[in-house]
């Protein structure tokens, strides 16, 4: 069983960055593949991007290619999620998940543990 903390949400002007951060309350965290996912309202979650265990084999949907990057700091247990030139649309509530394996997913049923969220609104 591993607890999944997100943080690093908050309100930012179209253009603007963020840096999420997903810590996990295991130290063997290293073994897990993590993604992140987005969900706004009345939308489906959707994956964003994800890792691999070892941070060597990293996924971004298209809509955030060339925009946010994933990274792992595993003797810190923690995920990151650096977005840079923010849109709108990159409004949404945004949740880490993990799984227990090198190879990321994704898709939702992929991941066995998720985290609370955290809210991006990315304004006009």
């Known amino acids: 069983q591993v607890q999944l903390v997100e943080s690093g949400g908050g309100l930012v002007q179209a253009g603007g960055s963020l840096r999420l951060s997903c810590a996990a309350s295991?130290?063997?965290?290293?073994?897990?593949?993590v993604g992140w996912f987005r969900q706004a309202p009345r939308k489906e979650r959707d994956i964003v991007a994800a890792?691999?265990?070892?941070?060597?084999?990293?996924y971004y949907a298209d809509s955030v290619k060339g925009r946010f990057t994933i990274s792992r700091d595993n003797a810190k247990d923690t995920v990151y999620l650096q977005m840079n030139s923010l849109k709108p649309e990159d409004t949404a509530v945004y949740y880490c998940?993990?799984?227990?394996?090198?190879?990321?997913?994704?898709?939702?049923?992929?991941?066995?543990?998720w985290g609370q969220g955290t809210q991006v609104t990315v304004s006009s």
């Open positions: 295991r130290h063997t965290f290293s073994t897990y593949a």
């Open positions: 998940a993990a799984r227990d394996g090198v190879n990321f997913a994704i898709t939702r049923g992929g991941y066995d543990y």
């Open positions: 890792i691999s265990w070892s941070g060597r084999s990293t």
